[in-house]
């Protein structure tokens, strides 16, 4: 993942939607890593890259990182993110 990260670094806000899908699949690739902490931190910027987006992909793929942390609920991190941005995933 630091790759990926490094490369996203270099993205600017013209590019806020294309950041925000590289991080959900980042997102979701660290949940399948066992690393919910780095997956709710990533997910965070996620909505937060996508929060001012109209783009119906950006929004599926937000609830597809939320949908994926619910697995790790007893984790206060992957808590904090689904309490803050839960209900996105009932639009």
Excluded: C, F
Excluded at 5 to 20: I, K, P, R, S, W
Excluded at 39 to 44: F, T, Y
């Amino acid at each position: 993942m630091p790759l990926l990260q490094d490369v996203l670094g270099l993205y600017d806000a013209t590019h806020a939607g294309e950041v925000a899908l590289y991080r959900s699949w980042s997102a979701v690739a660290l949940a399948d890593a066992n690393e919910p902490e780095q997956a709710a931190e990533e997910a965070r910027r996620v909505i937060d890259t996508s929060g001012d987006l109209s783009s119906e992909r950006t929004a599926e793929r937000a609830r597809t990182v939320l949908h994926r942390l619910k697995e790790y609920e007893d984790v206060p991190e992957a808590r904090d993110v689904l309490a803050d941005y839960g209900h996105l995933l009932l639009t």
